[in-house]
T-cell receptor, first 114, second 112 residues
C-alpha cells in the first residue's frame, strides 16, 4: 500500500449505531487530518493531529471522536449521528504542521446516515 | 474570517477551447493550492503557489497568483475530455499554515 488509505470506502449506518473510520498513511508523515466534504459546503477541516497529539478541534460535535494511536493511523469514531452528518470524510497527512508542507489526501469514506 | 470563493461553480466547455477558473480569498495568506478531484476519488494536488506573481504550468493547466489582488487563476488551454473533474483552490491561514480553507470547487465538464 502506498500513500494514504481509508477504510471502509462506503458506510451506511443508522442513527443509533456506532462505527469507526480508519485512515493509514504510508508516507512517514507526522501530521494527520480529518476533513468533511458535504454536498452543499466547501471541504471543512475537523481535526488535526501532530505526533499523535490533537492540535485542532474545529468545533466538531462530540458524536465524532477522533483517535490517533500513532503517527501512521487515525480513527474517527462515530456514534448517534444525524442524517446531516452524511458526507464524504477525507483523511490527509503531511510531513509536519509548520512550513511549506503539502497535504496528501486519502480516497475518502462515503458515509450515509439513515 | 478567511473566505475563499471560486467561480464559476460549474463550467461546461468544448474540447479545444480555453477558459479560466478564478479563486478569490478575503485575507492575507502565505500559500495557495489547487487540487483536482475526480468523482468518487480523492483530492490530487496540482499546484502550490508560494509568492506574488508565481506561475506554474503542467500540461494544459497553468496557475498564477496575485497576492495583492488576493486572486489566483487556473487557466485551461485547449481543453480535453480527461480534464473533466472538480477543481478546488485552498489557502492557508497566515497564523496556522496547516489550516486549509477551501473554495466550493468548480465542476468542469469538457464536451467532445
Amino acid at each position: 500500500e502506498t500513500g494514504v488509505t481509508q477504510t471502509p470506502r462506503h458506510l451506511v449506518m443508522g442513527m443509533t449505531n456506532k462505527k469507526s473510520l480508519k485512515c493509514e498513511q504510508h508516507l512517514g508523515h507526522n501530521a494527520m487530518y480529518w476533513y468533511k466534504q458535504s454536498a452543499k459546503k466547501p471541504l471543512e477541516l475537523m481535526f488535526v493531529y501532530n505526533f499523535k497529539e490533537q492540535t485542532e478541534n474545529n468545533s466538531v460535535p462530540s458524536r465524532f471522536s477522533p483517535e490517533c494511536p500513532n503517527s501512521s493511523h487515525l480513527f474517527l469514531h462515530l456514534h448517534t449521528l444525524q442524517p446531516e452528518d452524511s458526507a464524504l470524510y477525507l483523511c490527509a497527512s503531511s510531513p509536519g504542521l509548520a512550513g511549506n508542507y503539502e497535504q496528501y489526501f486519502g480516497p475518502g469514506t462515503r458515509l450515509t446516515v439513515t | 474570517e478567511l473566505k475563499v470563493e471560486q467561480n464559476p461553480l460549474f463550467l461546461s466547455m468544448q474540447e479545444g477551447k480555453n477558459y479560466t477558473i478564478y479563486c478569490n480569498y478575503s485575507t492575507t495568506s502565505d500559500r495557495l493550492y489547487w487540487y483536482r478531484q475526480d468523482p468518487g476519488k480523492s483530492l490530487e494536488s496540482l499546484f502550490v503557489l508560494l509568492s506574488n506573481g508565481a506561475v506554474k504550468q503542467e500540461g494544459r493547466l497553468m496557475a498564477s497568483l496575485d497576492t495583492k489582488a488576493r486572486l489566483s487563476t487556473l487557466h485551461i488551454t485547449a481543453a480535453v475530455h480527461d480534464l473533466s473533474a472538480t477543481y478546488f483552490c485552498a489557502v492557508d491561514k497566515k497564523d496556522s499554515s496547516y489550516k486549509l480553507i477551501f473554495g466550493s470547487g468548480t465542476r468542469l465538464l469538457v464536451r467532445p
